[in-house]
């Protein structure tokens, strides 16, 4: 799980920061595609839509935490 911090932000924390949203951003991507196809082929694996779609509501769930984050820590450095 990914940890939103309140610490004061250096510009590294920044740049570490943006890449991690990066990293997140393409493995959120990947699992929405795994999630389309898994819908797309119902109602074969019905069973585990349940679980693929919680665990791809928790990536985005994440990637906007930060995405919020790291806008309050780029004002805070303006």
């Known amino acids: 799980m990914v940890q939103v911090?309140?610490?004061?932000?250096t510009p590294e924390?920044?740049?570490?920061?943006k890449?991690?949203?990066k990293r997140l951003?393409?493995?959120a991507g990947?699992?929405?595609m795994d999630?389309?196809?898994l819908a797309e082929g119902l109602p074969t694996d019905y069973g585990k839509l349940p679980e693929e779609a919680a665990k791809t509501y928790e990536v985005y769930r994440q990637l906007d935490e930060l995405?919020?984050?790291?806008?309050?820590w780029e004002k805070q450095l303006q």
């Open 5 to 9: 911090t309140e610490e004061i932000p």
């Open 13 to 17: 924390a920044v740049e570490e920061l």
């Open 19 to 21: 890449t991690t949203i």
């Open 25 to 27: 951003n393409s493995k």
């Open 30 to 32: 990947q699992m929405k």
């Open 35 to 37: 999630l389309h196809d």
């Open 67 to 72: 995405k919020k984050q790291l806008k309050r």
